[in-house]
């Protein structure tokens, strides 16, 4: 069986705009399911990040604390409501080069491969309308009656985006002569590394700097205007 090339994608920053977990967690607190109280958890975060005296890292990092503490005891249907809900919402919410950039590889026959950070049960309804193949996402475990035990289920797999790489390259007989691998942060470093064409997309400084050194390619996508760096 001739084997498929593979294009990889981080999600959140990436195709989306923005992040469907901080969106998710928004839209719990809306609802009531998570207490408003919850958001103090990462709104001095939020602000240090948005006035530039903090780092998008550690805003992202205190939302995913106050996901975890206040999932515990939510039924499912309650997260899939509110996941169906910021999907409806902002489904297409994403940058222009990267959105047609998976209809192109699409096309020519790509496997479209998406890895967040998010949880899966989000990132696979924001992916489907997009036409990945397969999606990788945070587990989060489900205890009696389908209620959230708070626990993230492998989560050593979900951080290593090479390791992930790499096993559906050998389980969905794929190859990786010609791979396309589109990220933004350096977490996204381990699978670039492995694709014949690394694409650092509105990078964070890390990551920019570790393109440079590499001569990886560099995409902006500012307003109306994609530009190469």
């Known amino acids: 069986m001739k084997k498929k090339k593979v294009a990889i994608f981080d999600i959140d920053g990436t195709i989306f705009r923005g992040s469907l977990l901080i969106e998710l967690v928004e839209v719990l607190i809306e609802r009531g399911i998570f207490k408003v109280e919850a958001r103090r958890l990462y709104q001095n975060e939020k602000l240090l990040w948005l006035d530039r005296k ?40 994403t940058y222009k080069y990267t959105r047609d950039l998976v209809g192109e590889l699409r096309r020519k026959g790509y496997y479209l491969l998406a890895v967040s950070h998010s949880p899966k049960g989000i990132v696979d309804g924001f992916c489907k309308k997009l036409g990945f193949n397969k999606v990788y996402g945070m587990f989060y475990e489900l205890g009696p009656s389908d209620r959230f035990t708070g626990t993230v289920s492998d989560a050593h797999l979900i951080h290593n ?38 694409i650092c997309f509105n990078p964070n400084k890390k990551l920019f700097t570790y393109a440079k050194r590499a001569g990886w390619k560099v995409v902006v996508e500012r307003k109306d205007v994609v530009y190469k760096i």
Do not use: H, W
């Open 54 to 93: 903090g780092d998008y890292e550690s805003y992202i990092n205190a939302v995913v604390a106050t996901f975890i503490k206040n999932m515990k005891g939510v039924t499912y249907g309650d997260f899939k409501d509110a996941a169906d809900t910021v999907v409806s919402r902002y489904q297409d919410r």
């Open 161 to 198: 985006k090479g390791t992930i790489l790499r096993r559906a390259v050998e389980k969905e007989n794929l190859t990786l002569k010609g791979s396309v691998g589109v990220g933004d942060t350096e977490g996204d470093i381990a699978f670039l590394d492995l694709v014949d064409k690394p």
